[in-house]
Each structure stands twice: as C-alpha cells, then as structure tokens.
C-alpha cells in the first residue's frame, strides 16, 4: 500500500483507576496496518488523582466538574508536550488526534455516558483535528458505548491464526474475538485490575501488587469468588459493557491482604472464562494487554484455561501505551469513515463511524 494512504495520529487515554495520562504516536491506514512510533505516560499528581477519583464515585457541583475538566485538559495538553519532545519529527508530523476523555459515569442499561475533557482546549492547544465523544455517538444509535477497542485489537490480531482472542485487562477486563471468517464478537466481561489496586492501595498503602508478590502470598476464598459471579451483569451474554463500578458488590474486607488479592485476581480471571465459554470456538492462544497484563498470578490463573497465554510484548507492541495507540488510531478510522463500533461489540443496530471531529481555528 503506497504510504501516501498512511495517516501519523497521536492518541491521548485517561486511566479510569486515575494513574495518569498515557499519550502515543502510530502511523496507520487506518486498517490492519498500524506501526506504533512511541508513547510516554504522564501520571496525574495525588490532588488531582483524589479529585478524579472523588468526581467518579459522588455527585458533585457542576462547577467544581468543569473546575476538573479544565485541570484535566491541560494534563492531557502537557502529556502531549511530552510526547512531542520526546519524539519530535514523529509528532511534527501529526494531522490527528484521538481523544478518549475521563469517564466519570458509564450506564449502558440507561444509555448514560459522561466523559470529560474538553476537545476545543485541546485541538486549540495542540493545533491539531481532535476525534472524541465515541462512547455517547455510539449510544445515541442504540450501542451500549463500549468496548471501544475492539475494532483496534482485530486489526492487531488480523494476520494471526483463526481463532484469536484478545483480553485487555485494564480497570475493566475486555475479550474480543476473531473468527476463521473474520467475525468480531467483544464485550466487557468483568472487573479488571482495578479492584485489586484499590485493595492494594487501601491496605498495603502500595500503588498496585508489584510483580504480584502480594496475590502470589494468598489463598483463594472459592466461596466468596462463587459469590460475587451471581451477579446478574455475568450471566448476561456478549457483547456487553460495564463501568469499572458496575463490580463494587464484591467485597473482600474479611480477608487477610494477601487472600483479598488472591481472591480479586481469581474473580477477575473466573468471570472472564466463563464470558468466553459463550463463544462459537476457542484459540489455544490467548493474546493479553493492559496494565494487567504482566501480573503473574493472573497469568498462572488464565494459563489453567489455555495452552499458550501470551504478552503483546512479544510481538513488540507496549501493552501500557496501547489504548493511547487505539485511540489514535480510532481518530484515523473516523476521518476516512470506516466503521468504529458495530453490533457484535457493542450492540448498536449497524456498523458506525463514532466520535465527533473538533477542529482549531
């Protein structure tokens, strides 16, 4: 393909666990073909952190959300001066930007989604077309407004052997599948890492399970996993979408710190197994990313359901950069109008080029 067909985007991505900023730069047509160019993570301050995380679980006055949205923005503007001076040609380059915001509420069943950061801010700071608003032009169809990075983990798997499967394991755990026909299925399938870092954070006062010393030391509570699964939200069928607090019923607070971590990791892998148990066929391979992705008992765990469990790291992509990457990558579908969302990963009616292009002055 003549390179004139490639588009350099950066993507700009908001942990929703409130980590910080993740920013990359790719070059892409847009399909199949994605060369990532560098990414850099900037992590956000405790004050703002603690007030992100605050606007996330309480209702708060409207001008103290625009009061945070504003901060937001300008840590997204100075991730991106990072990435530029980082890799200046490659951002020098740059006609795109894919915006993913901070997601303060997401209720699929209501067809509710708020993410902020303020796109204007952006193109106007950076000078560049900002691509955002996916998750609520999805819903405004008929979608439940994710798994928004389905479509980016097919065109990563598009070469590899039929089936393949994908688990991103972020604040959410996420599975998408690729069929020998090239059929897409996607969906949220349970807690990812955020409850294990909460856990972590609030009694070991450690940032998240390093190296899964923590987990590696405990002893599952098999009764409290069974327990937390009856959740109506596990039995449902794929594809489907949650929020990183549609899992706050699981509660491991009489556990030691060592047998809640182990129990969190084993809820996170059982709820996956049993969402992929829904699909036509299974890979032996199972393909991980995500800030997860390197947690070692986790890996143990997903390694007793499938013959091979490996990192995106093998094949050179970062798995803490990639839903910056998608990201930017999603903004290029969107100018040359390729679909985003379809039915099979998040259930609106057709195939649709989301999100909303604000351009600067």
Not at 208 to 222: C, L, N, P
Not at 340 to 353: K, L
Request: aromatic share 6%.
């Amino acid at each position: 393909m003549p390179r004139s067909s490639f588009t350099r985007s950066v993507g700009l991505t908001s942990s929703s666990s409130g980590d910080g900023v993740e920013a990359a730069i790719i070059e892409t047509d847009g399909r199949d073909e994605i060369q990532p160019l560098g990414g850099i993570s900037l992590p956000y301050d405790s004050q703002l952190r603690w007030r992100i995380l605050e606007a996330t679980q309480n209702d708060l006055p409207t001008t103290e959300i625009l009061r945070l949205e504003k901060k937001l923005t300008q840590h997204h503007l100075s991730a991106f001066e990072l990435l530029k001076d980082t890799y200046p040609k490659e951002v020098a380059q740059a006609t795109i930007l894919g915006y993913q915001g901070h997601t303060l509420r997401h209720i699929p069943s209501e067809g509710l989604s708020l993410q902020i950061g303020n796109a204007w801010q952006l193109a106007e700071g950076t000078g560049l077309p900002v691509v955002s608003d996916f998750r609520r032009h999805d819903m405004a169809i008929g979608g439940q407004g994710g798994p928004l990075g389905a479509m980016f983990h097919w065109a990563l798997m598009a070469r590899e052997p039929r089936p393949a499967m994908m688990l991103s394991l972020g604040s959410v755990a996420t599975v998408t599948w690729l069929s020998k026909d090239d059929e897409v299925i996607a969906g949220d399938t349970g807690p990812g890492v955020a409850l294990l870092n909460e856990w972590v954070q609030e009694m070991a006062e450690l940032p998240y399970d390093r190296e899964g010393r923590i987990a590696s030391e405990g002893t599952v509570d098999t009764k409290l996993v069974q327990e937390a699964l009856k959740s109506p939200f596990f039995s449902r069928k794929l594809p489907k979408s949650a929020s990183r607090y549609e899992f706050d019923h699981i509660d491991v607070a009489g556990l030691s710190v060592p047998d809640g971590a182990a129990t969190l990791c084993q809820i996170t892998v059982e709820s996956f197994v049993r969402a992929v148990k829904q699909l036509p066929e299974l890979p032996e391979e199972l393909w991980v990313t995500g800030r997860g992705s390197e947690h070692p008992v986790i890996n143990q765990m997903l390694a007793k359901h499938f013959k091979s469990v490996k990192n995106v790291s093998e094949r050179g992509l970062n798995p803490l950069t990639m839903a910056a990457e998608c990201f930017a990558w999603l903004a290029v579908r969107h100018i040359k109008g390729l679909s985003i969302t379809t039915p099979e990963t998040t259930g609106c009616p057709s195939a649709d080029c989301a999100g909303f292009m604000t351009s600067p002055q």
